[in-house]
C-alpha cells in the first residue's frame, strides 16, 4: 500500500486546464480535454488502459512545473499548487502525497495498469489501490525511461501527479465493500514505469476529487485514517 507523507483540502475556483470531468449514465465518469474523452474513470469500467494524446495540451509554466516534479516533492507548497491550476479543473480536492512502489499488471486484452496496494479495513471491507496510465508503456522513450532508473536505483524520487478518485464498491462476494482507490496520471509516465522497472518507490502528488468520487466526505476521510 502507498504510504501518506502528507496530505491538505484544497478548492480550485479558477483553472485554466484543459481537463474536465463529465459523468455519463450511473457511476459513470470521464476526464476529458475539449469534449473529447480521453480516459473513463468510472466505478463499473472494464478497462484500466486509456489511450490519449495530450501533447498540444496549454500548460503555463511548463517549465517550472515539469522540473519541479522531476527533482521531486517533499512537502505540498501553496505556490507550487497554485501553479498546477492550469492542469487541475475546477473543484474540490485532498491535495495529497504519496510514496508509492508501483507493480504492473497486463491484462490479456492488453490493458495496463499499476497495483499500488491492498489493505484490509475490516473483516467485511477491503482497499484496492491503482495508478492508471493514459498512455501506452510502448509509446514510451526508453531514454528517459532509463535516466529514472539510474535515479530512482540512488534513491532519487522524482513525484508524478494525478487525478484521483475513491469509489465505493458492494460486490457479491466475500466483502460487503471494496474501496477503489485510483490515480489517474497526467505526468510521470517514464518514472512510474521506470520505478516498477527497479521496484523502487517513487512519490504521486494526487489531487483526490471530493466533488467527483463515488464516495461520501467520512468514507473520505476514513482512507486517509488508514493510508496515516
Given at each position: 500500500?502507498?504510504?501518506?507523507?502528507?496530505?491538505?483540502?484544497?478548492?480550485?475556483?479558477?483553472?485554466?486546464?484543459?481537463?474536465?470531468?463529465?459523468?455519463?449514465?450511473?457511476?459513470?465518469?470521464?476526464?476529458?480535454?475539449?469534449?473529447k474523452e480521453i480516459a473513463n474513470t468510472g466505478i463499473d469500467c472494464e478497462t484500466c488502459l486509456?489511450?490519449?494524446?495530450?501533447?498540444?495540451?496549454?500548460?503555463?509554466?511548463?517549465?517550472?512545473?515539469?522540473?519541479?516534479?522531476?527533482?521531486?516533492?517533499?512537502?505540498?507548497?501553496?505556490?507550487?499548487?497554485?501553479?498546477?491550476?492550469?492542469?487541475?479543473?475546477?473543484g474540490h480536492y485532498i491535495a495529497t502525497l504519496l510514496k508509492v512502489y508501483p507493480r504492473m499488471?497486463?491484462?490479456?486484452?492488453?490493458?495496463?495498469?499499476?497495483?499500488?496496494?491492498?489493505?484490509?479495513?475490516?473483516?467485511?471491507?477491503?482497499?484496492?489501490?491503482?495508478?492508471?496510465?493514459?498512455?501506452?508503456?510502448?509509446?514510451?522513450?526508453?531514454?528517459?525511461?532509463?535516466?529514472?532508473?539510474?535515479?530512482?536505483?540512488?534513491?532519487?524520487?522524482?513525484?508524478?501527479?494525478?487525478?484521483?478518485?475513491?469509489?465505493?464498491?458492494?460486490?457479491?462476494?466475500?466483502?460487503?465493500?471494496?474501496?477503489?482507490?485510483?490515480?489517474?496520471?497526467?505526468?510521470?509516465?517514464?518514472?512510474?514505469?521506470?520505478?516498477n522497472k527497479a521496484k523502487k518507490a517513487i512519490t504521486l502528488l494526487s489531487f483526490l476529487s471530493?466533488?467527483?468520487?463515488?464516495?461520501?466526505?467520512?468514507?473520505?476521510?476514513?482512507?486517509?485514517?488508514?493510508?496515516?
Amino acid at each position: 500500500m502507498s504510504k501518506l507523507l502528507s496530505y491538505k483540502e484544497i478548492h480550485i475556483s479558477s483553472s485554466t486546464s484543459p481537463i474536465e470531468f463529465k459523468r455519463a449514465g450511473y457511476r459513470q465518469r470521464f476526464l476529458t480535454i475539449e469534449g473529447k474523452e480521453i480516459a473513463n474513470t468510472g466505478i463499473d469500467c472494464e478497462t484500466c488502459l486509456f489511450y490519449a494524446d495530450v501533447s498540444g495540451m496549454d500548460m503555463k509554466n511548463a517549465t517550472k512545473i515539469s522540473n519541479k516534479l522531476n527533482r521531486g516533492i517533499n512537502r505540498l507548497d501553496q505556490d507550487f499548487m497554485s501553479d498546477l491550476s492550469c492542469l487541475i479543473p475546477k473543484g474540490h480536492y485532498i491535495a495529497t502525497l504519496l510514496k508509492v512502489y508501483p507493480r504492473m499488471k497486463r491484462e490479456a486484452v492488453g490493458s495496463e495498469y499499476y497495483k499500488a496496494g491492498l489493505r484490509n479495513i475490516s473483516s467485511m471491507k477491503k482497499i484496492e489501490e491503482y495508478i492508471v496510465p493514459i498512455q501506452s508503456s510502448e509509446s514510451l522513450n526508453h531514454v528517459a525511461i532509463n535516466d529514472y532508473v539510474e535515479r530512482v536505483n540512488v534513491e532519487e524520487t522524482p513525484t508524478a501527479l494525478s487525478i484521483s478518485f475513491l469509489d465505493i464498491k458492494y460486490p457479491l462476494n466475500y466483502f460487503d465493500e471494496i474501496w477503489v482507490y485510483s490515480h489517474f496520471l497526467l505526468d510521470g509516465h517514464h518514472k512510474m514505469f521506470a520505478a516498477n522497472k527497479a521496484k523502487k518507490a517513487i512519490t504521486l502528488l494526487s489531487f483526490l476529487s471530493i466533488d467527483e468520487s463515488f464516495a461520501n466526505k467520512e468514507q473520505l476521510g476514513n482512507l486517509f485514517q488508514v493510508l496515516t
